[in-house]
């Protein structure tokens, strides 16, 4: 419990970092950007994995590109399922899923390490 939740915490740092740099995501409040930091780990740690099982081989034809759109897929569903967090398109989706990574590996780091 306590992984998930630092993890959660990391997500949230990041999530905090993406909203004020860019412009295709909208929170009404920090109250919608916890709870989708607590959506997202809970979907992360869930459903992505199956989804990367499963993808697995078109994953290998693609050269991993199609895990980016299993990560993309993952983050628009945590903002569907959020009430107040909205997102542009799902390309965009799909370039966040990259920055809320490298981001959660630098706060991870830094403050996990």
Known sequence: ???YLATAGITF???????NFSKNVNFNGVLPMLFL?????????TIQPILMFLGF???VMTLGIFGLIINGFV???AFRLTDGAHIKTFGSAVFLSIVISLLNSLFTG????
């Open 110 to 113: 830094l403050f996990l390490g």
């Open 75 to 77: 983050l628009t569903l």
């Open 1 to 3: 419990m306590a992984d």
């Open 37 to 45: 930091s607590l959506v997202l780990t809970l979907l992360q740690s």
């Open 13 to 19: 740092l990041s999530l905090l970092v993406v909203n």
């Open 57 to 59: 081989p078109i994953t």
